[in-house]
């Protein structure tokens, strides 16, 4: 079921009452700073990314959102955000959080990735030099 | 053309090297494709190019043009349809010579610069001492000076360091006839420090609201106002452009704001005003910030429903407000104000210094504009349609109006869809007055969308000249003989200083004072008969304006 006029907005500014979105963009600034030294990428590297997005992956979430009625009128409650906060203050749940944002961006990152230079050289190879084009494979 | 002679003496004022007329070397300057809707993208190739290295070599060379009835066309960083001739017989006047900082007045706030030094090394020189420059939102690549006397100079930064206008001090202004005239204190030999009196003040001659674009003189040397700058004196970069990293200030906060409707957001953006919290502030869309960052996600996002609709819907009320202070004590009252703000209006505020790989690229981004160039990256072009600088209020209404316009060239397939609402606003002087311009992007390879720049342009000229404002048309030779008269006749009032100060006809007015034509038969009849009917009802008579109140 797809979401009334004003839910993303309400659970964006319930979150803010509570403190919940200071929390989780700190947090998420945690994840992306570790994220961003494991894998060597800067901010336009990022962005890069963002902007060859796949169609499948804009689709995915304009799905997710197309579902998220309900989920969004219960994170609109005060009494649910003002427990998001108060569950962020604890180190267990905050490291839990930030491994779980770090998880996912790497994923995000890792599937989006354009290949990496041996493999982008792959198919030029074969179009040059088709006896090499398997060099290398392992064959089953 | 310009005659052997000519050339000659042109070449033996300001050295061989300084002047030519290759026309390789010319066409690089005749190539203007910014704000150029001939499909060819050129202007007329200037006669010669010329590359003064002083005022006096200015002198000489104006005096030279007018003994051979040529004349100048001057420009600093040159981007632009409007820096290039006119007509024919035109010298490009590049001033790229005269680029040093003469002086930075730490103590009286101010600095004087020649025509060719850039918003970004006054930056960083001014940033040394703990003052900063206002840089226009064409970015740091453009040169103050000529933003302050001869065009525009709107800026994000206008809350704390207003518009380009308003920081002139003293200007050394050489005339087309060779004169050197000093305004302000200057000319009383008082020094920098004001650009007005003793006795009337000419900068509402030198620029008006707009600027005169070269057509009454070259000005070779402004004082501009510098602002209080709290964050370090260098700022350390790693990266160009999107890979920008730089260590955020302290006492620095990078903030987007959202609210649920246009009347919050409106009192709140009054709000932040009066408790003068914004070093730095501006409205764009959510939509607008994808779109030229990553303009080819945000294509597959157009054709979505609820992903479009909260980001064109829900998260369309917005502004980005940089707050910088000189204490600790100072942003944590600012952080609190602002916060206060935000839960009155029933908003919300994301902190993106707290996401420091984010708030690290935003810095230098913001602080020196240098996001800019990547405007262009949608569709390979942009244009922008103004109207007068004027209340927050009105200039929502201004793009209100801008997105219903863009709507229906989007749906005709005339401009690129970046959803609309892509306005490009700002604040001056605390939000004593606004700005906002509409930003419309389209492929310059494609004829549909070269077709369609005349029509929206009078479509947003109709629309403004509706509002009771000044259009950006203003300055365009083809509408300004058909709206003039509407607007206090300010095109006699421009021949006649023209005349006045240039009477031999030396500067090139095409961006000044000059009427053509208007070619009506690429605009729709629709349009032309609304704008007749607009001129017929605000025309000005000999006893004044129109009484609007007894028709």
């Known amino acids: 079921m797809p979401p009334e006029p004003g839910q993303v907005f309400a659970v964006m500014a319930a979150a803010y009452r509570h403190g919940v979105l200071d929390k989780t963009m700190s947090m998420f600034g945690e994840a992306l700073g570790v994220v961003m030294t494991e894998t060597s990428i800067n901010t336009g590297d ?31 409650h005060d009494s649910v955000m003002a427990f998001a906060s108060r569950a962020l203050e604890s180190p267990a749940v905050k490291l839990i959080a930030l491994r779980v944002t770090s998880a996912m961006l790497l994923r995000g990152i890792d599937g989006e990735r354009p290949p990496r230079a041996p493999m982008r050289l792959k198919p030029i190879v074969a179009r040059l030099l088709p006896g090499r084009a398997n060099a290398g494979e392992v064959t089953r | 053309m310009i005659s052997d002679e000519a050339y000659r003496e042109l070449a033996e004022a300001l050295g061989e090297g300084n002047v030519s007329r290759e026309p390789a070397v010319l066409d690089s300057y005749a190539w203007q494709p910014f704000a150029n809707d001939d499909p060819k993208r050129w202007v007329i190739r200037p ?18 043009l007018g003994r051979h009835g040529l004349k100048f066309k001057a420009y600093s960083n040159g981007w632009g349809l409007h820096c290039g001739p006119s007509t024919e017989g035109v010298v490009q ?102 650009g007005d009196g003793p006795g009337p003040s000419l900068r509402g001659i030198m620029r008006g609201s707009m600027g005169a674009f ?101 998260l369309k009320y917005s502004a980005t407000v940089v707050m910088m202070a000189d204490s600790a004590g100072e942003i944590e009252y600012k952080d609190a104000v602002l916060k206060q703000i935000a839960l009155d209006a029933g908003g919300f505020v994301m902190d993106i210094t707290r996401a420091e790989p984010i708030a690290s690229m935003f810095f230098l981004n913001f602080i020196r504009n240098t996001a800019v160039p990547v405007v262009f990256r949608a569709g390979g072009m942009f244009y922008t349609a103004l109207d007068r600088n004027e209340t927050w209020d009105t200039q929502m209404n201004w793009a209100d109006a801008g997105e219903k316009i863009k709507e229906k060239w989007i749906a005709k397939g005339g401009i690129l869809d970046d ?133």
């Open chain 1, 46 to 76: 990022l962005v890069n990314m963002l902007d060859e997005a796949q169609e499948s992956s804009v689709l995915k979430v304009e799905r997710l959102l197309a579902r998220s009625k309900l989920l969004l009128k219960l994170a609109a």
């Open chain 2, 47 to 64: 006669a010669a190019v010329a590359l003064p290295g002083s005022t006096q070599e200015v002198q000489v060379l104006v005096r030279i």
């Open chain 2, 93 to 194: 006047v590049d001033m790229r010579r005269m680029n040093r900082i003469i002086e930075i007045d730490e103590k009286n706030m101010f600095a004087v610069i020649e025509p060719y030094v850039c918003g970004g090394q006054l930056q960083a020189e001014a940033m040394k001492v703990g003052l900063n420059t206002h840089i226009i939102g064409a970015g740091p690549g453009c040169m103050p000076l000529a933003s302050a006397t001869s065009g525009w100079g709107v800026g994000w930064d206008g809350s704390s360091m207003s518009y380009s206008g308003r920081n002139v001090l003293g200007v050394e202004w050489v005339l087309p006839d060779g004169e050197v005239l000093r305004l302000g204190t200057l000319g009383s030999g008082s020094g920098w420090f004001c």
């Open chain 2, 214 to 314: 070269s057509g009454l003189g070259i000005f070779t040397r402004c004082a501009v106002k510098l602002f209080n700058w709290p964050g370090p004196p260098e700022t350390q970069a790693e990266g160009l452009l999107l890979d920008v990293s730089s260590p955020v200030p302290e006492h620095a906060r990078f903030t987007m704001l959202f609210f649920p409707d246009r009347k919050s957001q409106d009192d709140a953006i009054y709000k932040v005003g009066e408790y003068e919290l914004a070093y730095l502030m501006t409205r764009t869309s959510i939509a607008a910030f994808a779109y030229t960052a990553a303009p080819h996600v945000l294509k597959k996002i157009a054709g979505t429903s609820a992903l479009r609709e909260m980001l064109t819907r829900e």
């Open chain 2, 419 to 551: 959803m609309a609402d892509n306005p490009f606003m700002a604040i001056y002087e605390d939000n004593t007055w606004a700005h906002c311009e509409e930003i419309f992007q389209y492929d310059p390879r494609n004829p549909e969308h070269l077709q369609s720049l005349l029509p929206i342009m009078i479509e947003f000229s109709l629309q403004a000249i509706e509002q009771c404002m000044e259009p950006l048309s203003a300055m365009d030779a083809r509408l300004r003989k058909l709206i003039g008269p509407i607007m206090g006749n300010y095109t006699t009032w421009q021949k006649r200083i023209s005349a006045s100060l240039d009477s031999g006809g030396v500067a090139d007015t095409g961006f000044y004072c000059d009427e053509v034509d208007f070619d009506w038969s690429k605009v729709d009849p629709e349009l032309r008969s609304r704008l007749d009917e607009l001129l017929e009802k605000f025309k000005w008579t000999e006893s004044g304006p129109p009484d609007l109140v007894r028709r």
